[in-house]
């Protein structure tokens, strides 16, 4: 006679179980919950551009498929994404970047991770202002680090030098920048942030610069991305990109870091046993997302104004 068998818990690993679910997808699947319901449900959760991706983007995306390209990539994209992205830098920002500093990840967020867990050791310390977005701190949960909050409502949510000098430890291993920051929409000042990034250099503390929203900045503030920083301000920095906000991508999860050769290849190594390559075609349409004629752009991003033309985050 068989027995029923004992219920038992799953196992979770000690590195999961200290991880905390995303509020955001939690937010949105309650959201996509009560509409199934046919409530009306005004969702803040996840950021949503409310305009569509850019024709040409998605053109690009058909012609990719009909050209056959559906077949498995280099770990850190095509050839032609990486050389799209290095000229992009190059053209907004006058900065040269070599494919060997390159690679296309599958979304902003898998860049974070894979330079968080590339470089972060048990103990180590990591640095973020708050309000901050939520995965930075379990990401570096997960790689065994010890998030560290800087707070920042005293100066009206907006990051500086001073503050981050106070929060140094003997332990700090990297920070987190995020301008335009997410939640709190505030843009660190130029010049404020080479003075971070010169105290940083200066303590050997490397740097991840999370630039989702680059260029969700309206006047006074200018578009400006870490990557424009003299070579010497560059040796631990890490952008983190993502094509989701700018271009209406979402969905299409693509991402890309530029980092220093050597974080770059410890970071391929641990793409190529996740996720291996981002997907084939978000690559070929990512690509033209970024050499793209600008007549193109959503018009929101051709204007000085918010939300010019009904195009906003949601």
């Given at each position: ?11 979770v690993s ?6 905390q ?7 949105m699947q309650a ?7 046919g409530?009306?449900v005004v ?6 551009p409310d ?12 012609e990719?498929?009909r050209a056959g ?9 095509t ?10 830098y ?8 070599e494919?060997s500093?390159v690679?296309?990840?599958s979304g902003?967020?898998?860049?974070v991770f ?8 048990p103990g180590?310390?990591v640095l973020?202002?708050?309000?901050y977005?939520?995965?930075?701190p ?5 790689a065994?680090g010890?998030?560290v909050?800087?707070e ?7 990051l500086?030098?001073?503050?981050i000098e106070?929060?140094?430890t003997?332990?700090?291993r990297?920070?987190?920048?995020n301008?335009p920051?997410n ?10 942030f ?5 105290l940083?250099?200066e303590r050997?503390i ?7 929203y ?11 991305s870490?990557a ?14 993502s ?7 979402t969905?299409?999860r ?5 980092a220093p050769r ?6 391929l190594?641990?793409?190529s046993?996740?996720?291996s390559?981002?997907n084939?075609?978000?690559q070929r349409?990512?690509a033209e997302?970024?050499n ?10 051709l204007s000085t ?6 195009c906003s985050?949601r």
């Amino acid at each position: 006679m068989m027995t029923k068998p004992a219920a038992t818990s799953f196992p979770v690993s000690n590195n999961v179980s200290k991880m905390q679910p995303s509020s955001t997808l939690a937010a949105m699947q309650a959201a996509e919950a009560l509409r199934a319901a046919g409530v009306n449900v005004v969702d803040f959760g996840a950021g949503e551009p409310d305009f569509d991706t850019p024709d040409n983007i998605k053109q690009a995306a058909i012609e990719a498929m009909r050209a056959g390209q559906t077949k498995y990539t280099p770990t850190a994209g095509t050839r032609q994404l990486q050389q799209a992205i290095i000229d992009f830098y190059a053209r907004e920002f006058g900065v040269e970047y070599e494919r060997s500093q390159v690679m296309g990840t599958s979304g902003g967020k898998q860049a974070v991770f894979n330079a968080v867990v590339s470089l972060i050791n048990p103990g180590d310390e990591v640095l973020m202002a708050k309000p901050y977005w939520v995965t930075f701190p379990e990401i570096v949960v997960f790689a065994g680090g010890t998030p560290v909050f800087i707070e920042t409502e005293e100066t009206g949510f907006l990051l500086n030098a001073d503050q981050i000098e106070q929060a140094i430890t003997p332990r700090t291993r990297l920070i987190i920048l995020n301008s335009p920051s997410n939640p709190s929409g505030r843009v660190i000042p130029t010049a404020e942030f080479k003075r971070i990034m010169e105290l940083l250099t200066e303590r050997g503390i490397y740097v991840i610069s999370d630039e989702c929203y680059l260029r969700f900045v309206y006047p006074p503030a200018q578009v400006f991305s870490a990557a424009s920083l003299p070579m010497e301000l560059r040796s631990r920095l890490c952008i983190a990109g993502s094509f989701s906000k700018t271009y209406a991508m979402t969905g299409w999860r693509m991402g890309y870091t530029l980092a220093p050769r050597e974080w770059t290849q410890a970071m391929l190594k641990v793409q190529s046993h996740s996720t291996s390559n981002p997907n084939s075609i978000a690559q070929r349409a990512a690509a033209e997302a970024f050499n793209g004629h600008k007549s193109q752009w959503p018009q929101c991003w051709l204007s000085t104004q918010p939300d010019a033309d009904g195009c906003s985050m949601r």
